[in-house]
């Protein structure tokens, strides 16, 4: 994947002069308007195999060369925040409703002719984000350490002989400890400010005996290491860890799953909208939700798309619906409570 240069012109009535470092404007704008253009810049926050899936795939479908940059999801936004008047990327790869909504300013409104092939609940209904896969609140649970231990929901985590065995990320600083919890209080109570909802996390917590992981990769590799008998995580990592022989098994809560698309989006006065656009399509295409569905531990959207063998196929989960709006706009609060109990608890 090659790099290539912007480069300062000096624009005359008449000519284009080229500048110290070099370059034609006339050229650089016919690649700006996608017309003829073969490049395509990628920011992305996503994995190695789900990149891996879909890439080469893409460049060879459409004979595009891409050019990724890998961060995370929230500091790929401050940098094309940051190159608002002059921008850089043309895709932004990854990330949830939540980031895409609180900076709507930053991307093209753009609908797919392959977005009327998704699932119901996951079209573009903003017009600026496409959900390409989605992911699920899951439980891990090591068949070793288990033993006869029943863990088919939230509700069994309630045990007493899981006390100081469960896992689970601090939803102040993870963003799938956070899915959970509004998973669980959802499921739990109904609704994010029930009581019902909030004293079950209490009843948790408490049984968490105060131990907190590090993070959500330290929570489910707990887990699969044979440290803790249970992980509150989500379906990517601990599916992975099945098809990779790991003794462990996921469990979809029996109370309900909530599923929490990723999205992609063209970036707003980007060089190559065309090539964007196109790289959109083929997120949602056929091929594209085949590889996802086949190659990666993650759950394609498409309705027609293939899974692999490792994946349950989403008619046998009990699917709860999240509404995201109201989280991405209440989300401190619920993290300010949720932080006040566990204080609380500890003391």
Known sequence: MKKWLNVSIIMTMVVLVLSACGGNKTEETASGSGGGSNKLVVYTPNSEAMINALIPAFEKQTGITVELVSAGSGELIKRIQSEKSNPYADVMFGGA???FNDNADLFEEYVSPNDKDLLEGHTNTTGIMTSYVSDGSVLL???????????????????????GKIAMADPANSSSAFAQLTNMLKAMGGDYTSEAGWDYVAKLLENLDGKIAGGSSKAHKSVADGEYVVALTYE???????????PVKVV????????????AGVVKGSPNQDNAKKFIDFLISQEGQDALGQETTNRPLRTDAAIGDFMTPIEQIKVIDEDV???????AAIVERYTELFT???E
């Open 97 to 99: 409703y939540a980031l």
């Open 141 to 163: 649970v090591n068949t070793n350490l288990a033993g006869d231990i029943q863990i088919n929901g939230y509700a069994d985590l309630l045990n007493p002989e899981l006390k």
């Open 236 to 246: 990517d990592p601990a599916v992975s860890y099945v098809r990779d022989g790991a």
């Open 252 to 263: 979809y809560p029996e109370e309900g799953t909530v599923f929490l698309d990723a999205v």
């Open 325 to 331: 709006a109201y989280v991405a706009e209440n989300k």
């Open 344 to 346: 609380d608890i500890a």
